[in-house]
T-cell receptor, first 111, second 115 residues
Framework: KQEVTQIPAALSVPEGENLVLNCSFT??????LQWFRQDPGKGLTSLLL?????REQTSGRLNASLDKSSGRSTLYIAASQPGDSATYLCAWYSSASKIIFGSGTRLSIRP | KAGVTQTPRYLIKTRGQQVTLSCSPI?????VSWYQQTPGQGLQFLFE???????NKGNFPGRFSGRQFSNSRSEMNVSTLELGDSALYLCASSLVPQGTNEKLFFGSGTQLSVL
């Protein structure tokens, strides 16, 4: 069964810290991987998309990496702010032509 | 530029009824996909439509169906509602089909409660 695992499930850190969220997937034959954030009761906002031929993508304080050989992706958030508090989900588009989401990491940044 | 619009925002139905949800994609986007989000199962893919044709379907029973119109707007229908169908239903749009390295843009969802 194709799965996506996100660790940790929840994380609470003080403002200003750098942090890493992890995502692992079971099939190395991916087409792309996306990181999303979801605020309570809302839809998802795409943060970064990494194509299968790429190793990383950067946007502002966010950096996402992809290692297909190990089946892992990481989202690095620099200098965290209270506005970063949200649930972060990764999703990969698999060789079976379906998008599969992880269960998410609930992030809380303490002022 | 308007985002993805989903209507209604909230819906309450009883078991056995049917429901239709609507999704208007971003102007120019031709791919619309639907997802079910529950606390227990997380976010799961229902189906994707591109140019009025269903491209992919997730592992959901036949009670879940959808369609896409020539203006790219999409509807999702659930017949014979069950308690377990209570969920946040999200739709997303993109310029081209999934898997072609285009970001997905999500609506705010329809919160369906089945009593």
């Amino acid at each position: 069964k194709q799965e996506v695992t996100q660790i940790p499930a929840a994380l609470s850190v003080p403002e200003g810290e750098n942090l890493v969220l992890n995502c692992s997937f079971t099939d190395s034959a991916i087409y792309n991987l996306q990181w999303f954030r979801q605020d309570p009761g809302k839809g998802l906002t795409s943060l970064l998309l990494i194509q299968s031929s790429q190793r990383e993508q950067t946007s502002g304080r966010l950096n996402a990496s992809l290692d297909k050989s190990s089946g892992r992706s990481t989202l690095y958030i620099a200098a965290s702010q209270p506005g970063d508090s949200a649930t972060y989900l990764c999703a990969w588009y698999s060789s079976a032509s379906k998008i599969i989401f992880g269960s998410g990491t609930r992030l809380s940044i303490r002022p | 530029k308007a985002g993805v619009t989903q209507t209604p925002r909230y819906l309450i139905k009883t078991r056995g009824q049917q429901v239709t949800l609507s999704c208007s994609p971003i102007s120019g986007h031709r791919s619309v996909s639907w997802y079910q989000q529950t606390p227990g199962q997380g976010l799961q893919f229902l189906f994707e439509y591109f140019s009025e044709t269903q491209r992919n379907k997730g592992n959901f029973p036949g009670r879940f169906s959808g369609r896409q119109f020539s203006n790219s707007r999409s509807e999702m229908n659930v017949s014979t509602l069950e308690l377990g169908d209570s969920a946040l239903y999200l739709c997303a749009s993109s310029l081209v089909p999934q898997g072609t390295n285009e970001k997905l843009f999500f609506g705010s969802g329809t919160q369906l409660s089945v009593l």
